[in-house]
């Protein structure tokens, strides 16, 4: 039997990633992501999220230079670590994090509620993952 971690992720960008470099180069992209899930309730339905801090690096990280900005819909998936930690009063914490090894961009948020697909020709499309060399 073969042991692995991975986690498929589908959801909202909440706010502008951050792009970082390290001294030698390399990119770096840092987003959170709300990826709801639907419960019902006796009295009513709702929406509840779950927040992931998603990392991304080298060619993942320039594609989502490239196409992510917050209230995108996107794709990710990736290996899932939880991080413990108390807060500024002490308090502990929980961070789930993702270290993306694939990311796809789904939809843009439109002025209204809904989303809009992507008008993206084939060289715009950002569909990189582990195992693939870039640099």
Request: aromatic share 10%.
């Amino acid at each position: 039997m073969q042991i692995f971690n991975k986690v498929v992720l589908s959801g909202i960008i909440s706010d502008d990633p951050i792009f970082r470099r390290t001294p030698e180069g390399t990119l770096s992209c840092r987003f959170s992501l709300a990826a709801g899930h639907r419960k019902q309730r006796r009295i009513a339905d709702g929406t509840e999220s779950t927040w992931f801090s998603v990392t991304a690096w080298s060619r993942l990280a320039a594609s989502a230079e490239a196409l992510f900005r917050r209230g995108d819909h996107v794709y990710v998936e990736g290996r899932l670590s939880v991080r413990s930690f108390e807060d500024h009063n002490g308090r502990p914490k929980i961070s789930l994090e993702v270290h993306a090894l694939d990311l796809q961009f789904i939809a843009r948020r439109t002025n209204g509620s809904g989303f809009q697909e992507p008008d993206l020709t084939v060289t715009d499309s950002f569909n990189f993952k582990r195992g693939e060399h870039y640099e």
